[in-house]
């Protein structure tokens, strides 16, 4: 079973304090995303990164910045933290590109991390 | 631009069957996709389309219609833990070959007694 770990379930900050939250996954994946996701919003997505040190903005990219350093491992970083950055954060991992038809590349999802900023 | 259109909630009874709409229109599409999500726990898959028609698995089908950009979730035999929120998700590749998914809002199901 592929598995997505986030690093914590919930989290609380202050304003203007810089936050890491990790995601693992343990399935050799080469596609790591993170999304946020807020009622009536859906999920959105801002980073992924399609492999090691490769990153690609989504649509919601501002105020946020990742690391991919390993495979296994992306890292998303609130450099300082905002209250409207409040929400539940979605890791998720897929493998290779998009190929032909038959090609599912499904998205695994972590647990989320329920992150408050004060 | 991007925009994926789904009902925000649903109600139905226990075994009875539930069609769950999804209307799309995207720059680009290389599949649909369904998850389920209960309330504080991740998004899980349920199915996939890429091609016009219907695809069955189980108490679940999904369809899709490329040309009209719309597809269904369909779901039989309902059961109280099909409550949920079930979201709709289009593939949408970049030129680069990389590819990134767009989800709609999700439609909160409630299945009642």
């Known amino acids: 079973d592929v598995k997505v770990t986030q690093s914590s379930r919930y989290l609380v900050k202050r304003t203007g304090e810089k936050v890491f939250l990790e995601c693992v996954q343990d399935m050799d994946h080469e596609n790591m995303f993170w999304y946020r996701q807020d009622p009536g919003l859906g999920l959105r997505l801002i980073y992924f990164s399609y492999d090691v040190k490769m990153k690609e903005k989504g649509d919601i990219p501002e105020g946020y910045s990742v690391s991919r350093e390993k495979k296994e491992r992306f890292s998303l970083i609130l450099e300082s933290a905002s209250t409207n950055q409040t929400s539940m954060y979605l890791c998720?991992?897929?493998?290779?590109?998009?190929?032909?038809?038959?090609?599912?590349?499904?998205?695994?999802f972590g647990a989320g991390t329920r992150l408050s900023v004060l | 631009g991007q925009n994926i259109d789904q009902p925000t909630e649903m109600t139905a009874t226990e075994g009875a069957i539930v069609q769950i709409n999804c209307t799309y229109q995207?720059?680009?599409?290389?599949?649909l996709f369904w998850y389920q999500q209960h309330a504080g726990e991740a998004p899980t898959f349920l199915s996939y389309n890429v091609l016009d028609g219907l695809e069955e698995k189980g108490r679940f089908s999904s369809f899709l219609s490329r040309s009209k950009g719309y597809s269904y979730l369909l779901l039989k035999e309902l059961q109280m833990k099909d409550s949920a929120s079930y979201l709709c998700?289009?593939?949408?590749?970049?030129?680069?070959?990389?590819?990134?998914?767009?989800f709609g809002t999700g439609t909160r199901l409630k299945v009642l007694a």
């Open positions: 998700a289009v593939r949408d590749p970049f030129t680069s070959g990389t590819y990134k998914y767009i």
């Open positions: 995207t720059s680009g599409f290389n599949g």
């Open positions: 998720a991992s897929s493998s290779g590109l998009a190929g032909g038809r038959e090609s599912k590349n499904i998205q695994y």
